[in-house]
């Protein structure tokens, strides 16, 4: 019988994976299913696990398999958990969830995998030199984020669909230099009442991670938003549209400032003042049919709560009517919420390459084509078996719609 191909993996990092996870000899080996001096062996270079092994062991350490192919052990400083991130409801206090503890690990190992890659090619990272100050005007910095990504209006308002309008915003922003990562599929998932998303802004490579739980208008939003957050070098904090008015000032200005940027980058304020609807108002609060809302959402691919929101923030709808409709528009996701449960999974390799973005995907696939990776490493990487890899490839490179 063939003997099975070993991970190209260094002992080093066996070695810290299990000493961070707390860890025993006897115990990971146990864990693992295999003999103690095996396990030994692995981390002191004379024997090296193979992919299937590997894979218990990153599950035993609570690692994301594409960590253990790193050239040696990361940084641990960088590695420290956050301490603030976007949720639901700012009182919510007590710790994370183990599920929630490792994406945002596997977050920020990923960008130790995305920068150990760049250097393994000889390449620079993209630098996203983007940033802001909290007393800056969102709309100005609104209006250089756009530039930036390099989004138009015309585009934008094309797009309708706000599922497609989340990838082409996301593939914006990874073409800026940041990694975006989204929490779903059948391995991600974390409660969306827990976390909407969050950001890390080490630069460079800064990432956002998204919850896939959300609908996608609500992910556009969330994604702009931290986006905000690496503008300002900062970890995220809270996540309702109106930040609740128990958080400290400090942190309750920072929130108002990634809304109202996120606001004004999807829903340009003379853009949406020069729409006929709006016209025709005359310039004052008026009221506003559930059809023209609709129309109006639909047409910048946001939702409705995120465009009455900004039609108060310029002048054209008032606090009264945001308050009702909000209230009304979370039953109704709520039950949306219910019967998109019931459904099933996108096939695999959509799976894998909406978590991961078809940017960090291409990158680990650069270094195959050009003969630095193994095929190993780059199933490792992409956290996939290798028989995977070649449809996710053609996933990758097939242009979304």
């Known amino acids: 019988m063939t003997e099975r191909l070993k991970a190209p993996v260094e002992p080093a990092v066996l070695a810290w994976g299990r000493k961070s996870a707390a860890l025993s000899l006897a115990e990971a080996a146990r864990k693992i299913g295999v003999d103690e001096a095996r396990l030994e062996a692995w981390e002191a270079g004379t024997d090296a696990p193979t992919i299937p092994q590997l894979r218990k062991l990153a599950t035993a350490y609570k690692r994301p398999l594409a960590v253990f192919f790193l050239p040696e052990p990361p940084n641990e400083l960088g590695f420290s958990a956050l301490r603030d991130f976007r949720r639901l409801r700012p009182d919510q206090r007590q710790p994370f969830s183990p599920q929630l503890a490792y994406e945002i690990r596997a977050a920020q190992e990923r960008r130790a995998v995305a920068l150990g890659v760049f250097e393994t090619l000889g390449i620079a990272p993209p630098v996203f030199d983007l940033t802001a100050r909290v007393s800056d005007d969102p709309e100005t910095v ?231 990776l193994s095929l190993s490493a780059v199933a490792g990487y992409l956290g996939v078996q290798a028989k995977h890899v070649p449809a996710l490839e053609q996933a990758a490179f097939t242009r979304a719609s």
């Open 142 to 372: 609104a209006l250089r984020v756009r530039e930036t990504l390099g989004i138009t209006l015309a585009q934008q308002t094309g797009w309708r669909d706000p599922a497609r309008a989340f990838r082409a915003w996301r593939e914006a922003i990874e073409g800026a230099g940041v990694l975006v990562f989204v929490l779903g599929g059948a391995h991600h998932q974390v409660p969306l009442e827990e976390v909407r998303g969050f950001a890390l802004a080490d630069r460079p490579l800064p990432v956002i991670v998204v919850n896939g739980q959300d609908r996608p208008n609500g992910r556009t939003f969330t994604l702009l938003h931290e986006l905000g957050h690496v503008l300002l070098g900062q970890t995220a904090i809270a996540n309702e549209p109106e930040p609740d008015a128990r958080l400290p000032a400090a942190a309750r200005r920072i929130e108002v400032f990634c809304n109202r940027l996120a606001a004004a980058a999807l829903m340009p304020r003379d853009a949406l003042l020069a729409e006929p609807l709006l016209a025709a108002k005359q310039g004052q609060p008026a009221p506003w049919s559930d059809e023209e809302i609709e129309a109006l959402a639909n047409r910048y691919a946001v939702s409705r709560e995120a465009l009455l929101l900004r039609l108060v923030e310029v002048g054209r709808a008032d606090q009264a009517l945001y308050q009702s409709k909000r209230a009304e528009y979370e039953r109704q996701y709520a039950a949306e919420a219910e019967a998109a449960n019931e459904g099933g999974f996108a096939p695999y390799r959509y799976q894998v390459l909406s978590h991961l973005g078809r940017g960090f995907a291409r990158l680990i696939l650069q270094g195959y084509y050009q003969n630095r």
